[in-house]
């Protein structure tokens, strides 16, 4: 098992706690993701292939806006956590173990929309890696159909390579919870580590790492255009109210 997996089958249980509220959230999400795709001439009768589910953050939020949803994901433990929350929101949603480097061996047909949000492509650490994720992702894709991803500002983020993030503070019922990253750079690539502290009566602390490569918007927009993709544009958070840029890719 490699250390994606490794990264989200552990954190599964606890994905939601990097939200101050993740219900909340996740109707924030797709009522975003709905007007991107509407922008782009879908409307709820699309069917969407969230690549890249995690726990459900984005497919189940949109399932409750009428989309007919499926989704993968490459953690055993965060499908299972998908499954059960997608049960508990009253939503159908087709979910899959899936590589998103390899689509076509889980799904024989095509969708109008595939989405990779949260950072997801940057876990490619080469562009060889990369290119086959993109490869994948375009060839589930009907033709005139769009791929819509998120990746974190990696323009500006390289200018500096900051050694972590800021932290996020969330008050509870309980107390306080708070997460932060820590990130050591090797080049593009940076190895993090998330962590999750909970003080609330007693004092939890977790720990989970990872690998990342830091994608320029030029390079994405490269690989998608020389990989079936007649139209590439990013929109930024100021303009989607999303917390990352978004890379919406029309095929040819």
Known sequence: MDITQDFYNNMASQYDKLFHDWQSTIHEQAVILNRIFNDNGFD???????????IGTQSIGLASLGYQVSASDISA???SEARERAKKNGVNIRFELADFRALADKYSEQFDVVIAM????????????????????????????????????????????????????HKTDQGQRVSFQTWVWDNDNYHLVQYIIEDEGTLQISKFECEYRAVRREELTALFRANGCREVHWKMPEETGFYQPIIVARKR
């Open 118 to 169: 949260d950072n997801a492509l940057p876990h490619m650490l080469s562009n060889k890696d990369l290119e086959a994720a993109i490869k994948s992702m375009t060839g589930q894709t009907k033709p005139n159909g769009i791929i819509v991803a998120s990746i974190r500002d990696y323009d500006s983020l390289l200018v500096e390579k900051p050694p972590y993030s800021p932290p996020y503070i």
């Open 44 to 54: 709820t009768t699309a069917q969407i292939l969230d690549c890249a589910c995690g």
């Open 77 to 79: 433990g965060e499908i």
